[in-house]
Nanobody, 120 residues
Framework: QVQLVESGGGLVQPGGSLRLSCAASGSIFSINAMGWYRQAPGKQRELVASITTGGNTNYADSVKGRFTISRDNAKNTVYLQMNSLKPEDTAVYYC??????????????WGQGTLVTVSP
């Protein structure tokens, strides 16, 4: 069994910063792309940022220049550094990973979500 555990959400004022972490654990052979998605109330889940095993990154236009995604392959962990936060960044943030399990199965795994609230 493979799972993702997220941490780092919370309440922050506009202009502030937060760092989200997501650690994968279980019977893992390897992890391919990892990413962060978010879902605001009444809206669809959207991609925020993604990163390949080799470190190639992709960002939503709305967060370019403010958010940075990174990963530690040795720790099976992906991070999202969020700076200059805006109220419109308020959402539940979900981690996603494309995992090759020890059994050889390819799995798309989601974390449980962590709430980020940007408010004065």
């Amino acid at each position: 069994q493979v799972q993702l555990v997220e941490s780092g959400g919370g309440l922050v004022q506009p202009g502030g910063s937060l760092r989200l972490s997501c650690a994968a654990s279980g019977s893992i052979f390897s992890i391919n792309a990892m990413g962060w998605y978010r879902q605001a109330p009444g809206k669809q889940r959207e991609l925020v940022a993604s990163i390949t095993t080799g470190g190639n990154t992709n960002y939503a236009d709305s967060v370019k220049g403010r958010f940075t995604i990174s990963r530690d392959n040795a720790k099976n962990t992906v991070y999202l550094q969020m700076n200059s936060l805006k109220p419109e960044d308020t959402a539940v943030y979900y981690c996603n990973a494309n995992v090759v399990a020890s059994s050889g199965r390819y799995l798309g795994i989601w974390g449980q979500g962590t709430l980020v609230t940007v408010s004065p």
